[in-house]
């Protein structure tokens, strides 16, 4: 039921070959500049293709610590699904010529000793990954995430986006696409929020990955498996490249209602 990888910039057998995910951090030069790069491209077909090359993009692994997200079938934990997925992204797209900035690279999570004192852990863990992204200036933020649910028939993976946020539109339905051709087979479309702390906090192409649910036997099975894991990251890649290179990339209609219980993120 898993479709094969497109052809993009980097082959998908060049995983082998791939370096390690060390966070790499830019300065901001000036201080009175905006932290998010201008955003100078449309995806469009009259826009040059500016491609991956260093483009800063943060990658975020939802959860983390104390923070398992959500439990699934036989007790996987989201946390560390997210968390190596996030890692087989940022090598991807460290391949492919990209800056890539990892909120967290080990299972904890950004939530400060006062934060814990104050029992605002997970404010305060939010607060974090936002700080990490305002320390320099970046191209794209993707977060990664696991949906569950009470019944275990729910299933699919979807990407949601701030309503306002048109560049975070594209990003979504381009990544949308990919997870359609990638993954298991999913009826989801994405979908638009206006409550979600880091999209409301970050501008341009942000976008909030629900990757599967892990109270679906089927997934569940699948996001613990590093093959599956793999593919995952791969169409999130797809999708970024897409965004920054393909300028035949068009913006997807927006459907207003939710395909599924809302995420906790």
Not at 1 to 17: E, N, S, W, Y
Not at 91 to 109: E, F, H, K, P, S
Not at 198 to 221: Q, Y
Not at 243 to 262: K, L, N, R, T
């Amino acid at each position: 039921m898993l479709g094969k990888h497109k052809h993009v910039p980097l082959a998908f057998a060049a995983m082998a070959m791939l370096v390690g995910t060390t966070s790499l951090v830019v300065p901001v030069q000036d201080a009175r500049a905006a932290w998010f790069r201008p955003l100078l491209h449309k995806v469009n077909a009259n826009t040059r293709a500016d491609g991956l090359d260093g483009k800063v993009i943060v990658v975020d692994a939802g959860h983390g610590g104390r923070d398992s997200g959500a439990r699934g079938v036989g007790g996987i934990e989201e946390k560390d699904i997210t968390l190596a997925v996030a890692h087989r992204l940022a090598r991807y797209l460290q391949q492919g010529g990209a800056i890539v900035v990892m909120t967290r690279t080990a299972d904890t999570d950004l939530a400060t000793e006062r934060d814990r004192a104050m029992k605002q852990r997970h404010l305060g863990d939010l607060r974090g990954r936002l700080a990490v992204v305002r320390r320099q200036r970046v191209d794209a933020f993707v977060s990664i995430h696991c949906n569950s649910a009470p019944s275990p028939d729910w299933r699919g993976a979807q990407v949601l986006y701030l309503r306002s946020n048109p560049h975070a539109k594209q990003l979504a339905s381009a990544m949308q696409e990919a997870f359609r051709a990638e993954l298991l087979p999913t009826n989801r479309d994405v979908q638009a929020n206006r409550t979600l702390f880091l999209l409301k906090r970050i501008e341009g192409p942000t976008v909030l990955a629900e990757i599967g649910f892990v109270s679906n036997p089927e997934e569940a099975r699948a996001l613990t498996t590093p093959a599956y894991q793999e593919r995952v990251a791969f169409a999130m890649y797809e999708a970024l490249v897409r965004y920054f290179s393909d300028p035949a990339a068009q913006q997807i209609g927006e459907p207003d209602a939710a395909h599924g219980p809302e995420p906790g993120a």
